[in-house]
T-cell receptor, first 111, second 114 residues
Framework: GEDVEQSLFLSVREGDSSVINCTYT??????LYWYKQEPGAGLQLLTY?????DMKQDQRLTVLLNKKDKHLSLRIADTQTGDSAIYFC???????????FGAGTRLFVKA | ETGVTQSPTHLIKTRGQQVTLRCSSQ?????VSWYQQALGQGPQFIFQ???????GRGNFPPRFSGLQFPNYSSELNVNALELDDSALYLC?????????????FGSGTQLSVL
């Protein structure tokens, strides 16, 4: 079946790195995404990785994919208070019509 | 470039009523998906529309229905509202042929059923 699981809560100090983890069950997942949701808003795509990659870096964001263990992580370097939000891991198959989301990890950044 | 817009932003209904939510897709996007996000949960896929046809459906009953118009805007209709339908309803558009199949979300409609 299709399932995406994430830890529910993470608290870090401003300036530290944050690492948000995710596991998924569908071995045919082709695309893996990280979306961010701020209070009262919709989801915003942060970054994504294709399943034949194992790492992608985009400014302060680093995505690591372990396809064997079906484990995805998002590292945010130099975390700022503005990074406080809910982060959703999501997966999709090529040609499929739906994106499957996890329940979200609430990141709290202490000044 | 205009992003995805949804209306209304908030809505209060009573059990048994019907509701229509609206979505304008981002310019150039011809695929629209609807998601339900209950409090504290991730978005759950309701259905997707492409070229005015339902392209796929999640695990939602038939009282959830939709439409897509020639300008790619879309409506979500929910009949016989139940208390559990209270949620944030998100519309997302995507361009056909987008290899990475990214979703662009609106800010959602917060529906409360009393």
């Amino acid at each position: 079946g299709e399932d995406v699981e994430q830890s529910l809560f993470l608290s870090v100090r401003e300036g530290d790195s944050s690492v948000i983890n995710c596991t998924y069950t569908d071995s045919s997942s082709t695309y893996l995404y990280w979306y961010k949701q701020e209070p009262g808003a919709g989801l915003q795509l942060l970054t994504y990785i294709f399943s034949n990659m194992d790492m992608k870096q985009d400014q302060r964001l680093t995505v690591l994919l372990n396809k064997k263990d079906k484990h995805l992580s998002l590292r945010i370097a130099d975390t700022q208070t503005g990074d406080s939000a809910i982060y959703f891991c999501a997966e999709k198959n090529t040609g499929g019509f739906k994106t499957i989301f996890g329940a979200g990890t609430r990141l709290f950044v202490k000044a | 470039e205009t992003g995805v817009t949804q209306s209304p932003t908030h809505l209060i209904k009573t059990r048994g009523q019907q509701v229509t939510l609206r979505c304008s897709s981002q310019s150039g996007h011809n695929t629209v998906s609807w998601y339900q996000q209950a409090l504290g949960q991730g978005p759950q896929f309701i259905f997707q529309y492409y070229r005015e046809e339902e392209n796929g459906r999640g695990n939602f009953p038939p009282r959830f229905s939709g439409l897509q118009f020639p300008n790619y805007s879309s409506e979500l209709n929910v009949n016989a509202l139940e208390l559990d339908d209270s949620a944030l309803y998100l519309c997302a558009s995507s361009p056909s042929g987008d290899r990475d199949e990214k979703l662009f979300f609106g800010s959602g409609t917060q529906l409360s059923v009393l």
